[in-house]
C-alpha cells in the first residue's frame, strides 16, 4: 500500500558530491519523521540523517558540514545532498519515513526503500 523509492546513488570520485532522492506514494495521510540510514559491507545499518515534519534535522557526526537533508511534504519526498565526498561513504543508503496510512487503516509504521548504492572511489 506504501512505496519508498530512492534514486540517485553511483559512482564518483573522493570530493565529489550525490544527492539522493526518495518520493512515497501509496495510502498516505501523513508523514512524520523522514531517515537516511546507510550500510555497509560487514557493517551495521546507521542512521545518518532525520528531518522532522517541521524540518529540524539531525546528523551523524561523521557527515555533518558535508551532508543536508531536506524534504517536501506535499510531494512527499525526502533528500540527502552528500557533498566532500569520501571513500568511508561507501554503502548502501536507504530511506525509512514514518508513514500513517489514510483510511480505513489509520495506523503508523515505518517503511524502507530498496536502498541505492552509492560507490566514492577514484
Known amino acids: 500500500q506504501v512505496q519508498l523509492v530512492e534514486s540517485g546513488g553511483g559512482l564518483v570520485q573522493p570530493g565529489g558530491t550525490l544527492r539522493l532522492s526518495c518520493t512515497a506514494s501509496g495510502n498516505i495521510l501523513s508523514i512524520g519523521g523522514m531517515y537516511w540510514y546507510r550500510e555497509a559491507p560487514g557493517k551495521t545499518r546507521d542512521l545518518v540523517a532525520s528531518?522532522?515534519?517541521?524540518?529540524?534535522?539531525w546528523y551523524l557526526d561523521s557527515v555533518k558540514d558535508r551532508f543536508t537533508i531536506s524534504r517536501d511534504n506535499a510531494k512527499k519526498t525526502v533528500s540527502l545532498e552528500m557533498n566532500s565526498l569520501k571513500p568511508e561513504d561507501t554503502a548502501v543508503y536507504y530511506c525509512?519515513?514514518?508513514?500513517?496510512?489514510?483510511?480505513?487503516?489509520?495506523?503508523?509504521?515505518?517503511?524502507w526503500g530498496q536502498g541505492t548504492q552509492v560507490t566514492v572511489s577514484s
Open positions: 525509512n519515513a514514518d508513514i500513517t496510512l489514510g483510511r480505513p487503516h489509520y495506523y503508523t509504521q515505518g517503511y
Open positions: 528531518i522532522d515534519y517541521d524540518h529540524k534535522t
